[in-house]
């Protein structure tokens, strides 16, 4: 996390990282779950799960999940619980995941989060699911799926309105020329927004209902939002 982080990181980040444990974050598309998530990642040193991100990687190398997924994550839908759920077991069986990960855009129906719920409960000594539900309003998620940009070769994520590359349509670390996704439209977002609305605002109230969750503005600058989460989780944790 860099030094610009609030008082709070500051306190945290003098104490050793807990093993963070699945942290999971929600949050309406563009809400900044994926640039949270790396930040958590370099905190916690544990894996970003993004759901988005392992699709989409999918996508590219024109697997059979790829196949099935493209259409519909180009019109906003959702891809069906069955293959989400099986490419998130896959990617959770990996070892790198042992002292927790960071889920990102995973569960986001009811039928996901009662299978994660129940893969978790399976596993002894692994520790409860804290979740952490991001919030900001509709014109700043507009303004930041619109404005997004990535690099395609180190997946770092630009914005040309709040986080602009130095130089303009290149990537600062890899100097390789941004792409937009081709579902940051704003008809697509539109259609994301109703599937959020349907499908995933009931998963936010099941992890709220369950405790060991938290809301957390995610307007303001990114290592303090991220500093923010970093104390919530522990203090749920402790
Ligand atoms: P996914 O890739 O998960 O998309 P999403 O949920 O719509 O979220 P985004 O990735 O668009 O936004 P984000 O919250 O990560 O924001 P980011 O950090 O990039 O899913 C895509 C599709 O895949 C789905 O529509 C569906 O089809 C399918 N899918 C995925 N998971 C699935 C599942 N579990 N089940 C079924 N289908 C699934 O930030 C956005 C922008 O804001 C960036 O430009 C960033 O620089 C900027 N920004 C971030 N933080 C700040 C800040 N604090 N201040 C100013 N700007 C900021
Ligand atoms: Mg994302």
């Known amino acids: 996390m860099s030094s610009s982080a609030t008082s709070v990181a500051t306190e945290s980040e003098i104490r050793s990282p807990q093993t963070p444990g699945p942290v999971l974050l929600m949050g309406a598309p563009g809400v900044g779950k994926g640039t949270q998530a790396k930040e958590l990642v370099k905190y916690w040193g544990v894996p970003q799960v993004s759901t988005g991100d392992l699709l989409r990687s999918n996508v590219a190398q024109g697997t059979a999940l790829g196949k099935a997924a493209k259409e ?4 906003g ?3 069906p619980d069955s293959l989400v759920n099986d490419m998130v077991e896959a990617r959770l069986k990996q070892p790198d995941t042992k002292r927790g990960y960071i889920l990102d855009g995973f569960p986001r129906t009811l039928a996901q989060a009662t299978w994660l719920d ?3 409960g399976g596993v002894q000594s692994a520790l409860p699911l804290v979740a952490v539900s991001l919030q900001v ?3 700043q998620l507009l303004r930041r799926i619109t404005g997004r940009r990535n690099c395609p070769v180190c997946q770092t994520i630009y914005n040309i309105y709040s986080n602009p590359p130095k130089r303009d349509g290149f990537c600062d670390v890899e100097g390789a020329a941004l792409v937009q996704r081709a ?4 008809r ?3 259609a994301r927004m109703t599937a959020y609305n349907a499908q995933t605002a009931p998963v936010v109230d099941h992890y709220r209902n369950l405790g060991r969750f938290v809301e ?3 307007d303001g600058p990114i290592a303090a939002i991220a500093a923010g989460i970093v104390a919530a989780v522990e203090r749920l944790r402790s």
């Open 216 to 218: 957390v503005s995610a």
């Open 118 to 120: 129940e893969r978790l």
């Open 137 to 139: 309003d509709y014109n």
């Open 188 to 190: 697509v977002f539109a």
């Open 72 to 75: 519909i994550m180009q019109r």
């Open 77 to 79: 839908q959702l891809v």
């Open 183 to 186: 579902d940051d439209t704003e």
